[in-house]
């Protein structure tokens, strides 16, 4: 049976839009299905639906989850995510005390719900503009795909 993995994002400027894509071609190599989708067209229920769940998002203002993720992320506490592997990752400027801080509480969500966290959260200033930062997104999407045994 082939995995089905989402990737769901919130991005403003293009930023985690671009990490998502990276991600979702790092992981294209594996036998898997990959559906990507914005998080504000989703309700967490939607979740069920899959094995793997990556989960991205942009930190808006001093800390606090951007606006179009904030019904999905309430929702969340109606799932139960217990046997689901989940990653999270984010855009984030350091000029702000609280750097990619949304990739925390997401995190802290799924697994309060009970989901397994795959890798620990990714964080990427602006978009991925360095062989570095692309480097991070592909071996994030190879350590996701490793936990979930594709």
């Not at 990752?89 to 005390?97: N, R, V």
């Not at 397994?116 to 570095?132: C, H, K």
């Amino acid at each position: 049976m082939t995995a089905k993995i989402l990737i769901a994002y919130a991005s403003m400027s293009g930023n985690t839009e671009e990490i998502a894509d990276l991600i979702k071609s790092s992981l294209e190599i594996n036998p898997i299905d990959i559906e990507i989708k914005e998080i504000e067209h989703m309700n967490a229920e939607e979740l069920l639906q899959y094995d793997g769940i990556i989960l991205g998002s942009y930190t808006w203002g001093d800390g606090e989850l951007p606006y179009e993720t904030e019904d999905f992320y309430e929702g969340l506490l109606d799932v139960d995510l217990t046997d689901k592997v989940v990653a999270v990752f984010g855009s984030g400027d350091t000029a702000y005390p609280k750097f990619c801080a949304a990739v925390d509480l997401l995190e802290e969500r799924l697994q309060l719900q009970g989901a397994s966290l795959a890798v620990e959260g990714l964080r990427i200033e602006f978009t991925p503009d360095t062989d570095e930062e692309v480097e991070s997104c592909a071996n994030f999407a190879v350590m996701f795909a490793e936990k979930l045994g594709v």
